[in-house]
């Protein structure tokens, strides 16, 4: 497979218990978004993970392409019995979003990481 | 005094220009027993005298640079408060655009009298270039004083707006996790900005769960504050709080089932007070009566 940003570096991804928690920072350009997209559904998909938390507290641009990569990822994951959250969104992107009608139906949102891994946690399940 | 071989130097403006430094103690004179003036200095006629001399000045400036038509002249611009501010005192007296101009063509008569005394013969082409000079210039005035009143005007409103938009979108919070907007007047666009941006800083803040808007000032939805409204609870859900609009009044209710505007995504309900149980029992907060335990007792 050819590799569009050979130097792009990895997003992380932080498995703790059954919950994968990823910090996006900065400007993530599309090759990097696919990257994550794959990485998260082979993560999902080879351990028992029943949740999964993007934390974008850090991103101040989120376009329509991330929008929809992170709509896909909530999919994606929905198909493997993992409930994604989205956490941390900043108020400035929240309006730039609902301003281009990505209002983004079938994701679960969350204020922060925190209140993303109560969302997750058994009892609330 | 040779007044005529003096005046007949020089265009026409120039010597309605010279006209107005020479004559400008007698005409400020008159001018100050206009209404015009007469009824904004109500207090002194001194007063009255030297806001009358400050615009024959302002006029005398303008016809020397033969601008006599041009509302832009930069003589006009040193009295261009004053002009603004006498505009704006008979405006609150209860005169209409219309008689304020009148009184200001007003002022035309008595220049034109003294205008003329200063030709032994008035049939002559200089005087009447003159006086068609004079003219020009006093209608000039009535512009300026008419365009300066209309600027004021223009900036109070915008002032008022700005203070609107400052002050009627207060975000509260109601209780721990929870805040409500009330929203009160029409709402559009530049307003449910302000409103959109200070509930999602406010949830930010606050680490609400809850965000209730109450529409019980909003005199009418259609279907522009309806988008408006939805705008605000998508980007609230964005956010990770839920958006709850409460104050729905039965006519506004049946105004949008008529508009055929779908709120079906949305929570609503009917009061601020049913917003608020809801958001409490959605976090499993119960509320009672302190007597509810000593009755029992």
Not at chain 1, 84 to 99: H, S
Not at chain 2, 191 to 203: G, K, N, T
């Amino acid at each position: 497979m050819s590799q569009p940003f050979p130097a792009s570096p990895q997003v992380p991804v932080l498995a703790l218990g059954d919950i994968l928690l990823v910090t996006l920072q900065g400007e993530l350009h599309d090759g990097m978004a696919e990257q994550l997209q794959q990485d998260l559904t082979h993560r999902i998909a080879a351990s028992s993970v029943t949740g999964v938390v993007i934390d974008i507290s850090g991103v101040e641009i989120v376009d329509s392409f991330l929008g929809r990569v992170l709509a896909e990822i909530a999919s994606t994951a929905g198909l493997l019995a993992a409930r994604t959250v989205l956490a941390g969104m900043r108020p400035a992107v929240a309006i730039t979003l609902v301003e281009l009608g990505l209002t983004l139906p079938g994701l679960v949102t969350a204020l922060d990481v925190d209140r993303a891994m109560e969302l997750l946690s058994p009892r609330e399940a | 005094m040779d007044v005529p071989e003096q005046a007949a130097a020089g265009s026409a403006p120039q010597r309605v220009s010279g006209f107005f430094e020479r004559r400008r103690e007698q005409i400020a004179q008159r001018w100050a027993d206009a209404p015009l003036f007469r009824s904004v200095f109500t207090v002194s006629r001194d007063e009255a005298v030297e806001a009358c001399k400050a615009v024959v000045d302002a006029l005398s400036d303008v016809t020397a640079t033969g601008r006599i038509e041009d509302i832009g002249a930069p003589g006009f611009a040193t009295v261009r408060r004053q002009l603004g501010g006498m505009a704006a005192t008979r405006a609150r007296t209860g005169c209409t655009s219309a008689q304020i101009a009148d009184e200001v063509a007003a002022l035309r008569g008595p220049a034109v009298e003294l205008l003329r005394e200063e030709f032994p013969d008035p049939s002559t082409a200089d005087a009447h270039e003159s006086v068609l000079a004079l003219t020009l210039v006093m209608s000039t005035l009535r512009l300026v004083v008419m365009e300066t009143a209309l600027t004021e005007g223009a900036d109070l409103i915008e002032r008022q707006r700005q203070q609107l938009l400052e002050v009627a979108t207060p975000v509260i919070k109601l209780w721990e996790g929870t805040v409500a907007v009330p929203l009160i007047g029409t709402l559009d666009s530049a307003r449910s900005q302000v409103v959109m941006e200070s509930l999602l800083e406010a949830i930010v803040d606050q680490r609400a769960r809850y965000a209730i808007l109450d529409i019980t000032g909003v005199p009418t939805v259609d279907s522009l504050v309806a988008q408006h409204l939805m705008k605000t609870v998508a980007a609230a859900r964005l956010m990770g709080a839920e958006c709850i609009v409460s104050g729905i009044r039965p006519a506004i209710a049946q105004t949008i089932v008529q508009l055929g505007i779908d709120l079906g995504t949305v929570v609503t309900r009917a009061s601020l007070a049913d917003a608020l149980a809801y958001a409490l029992g959605r976090q499993g907060i119960e509320v009672s009566r302190a007597d509810a335990g000593a009755s029992a007792r």
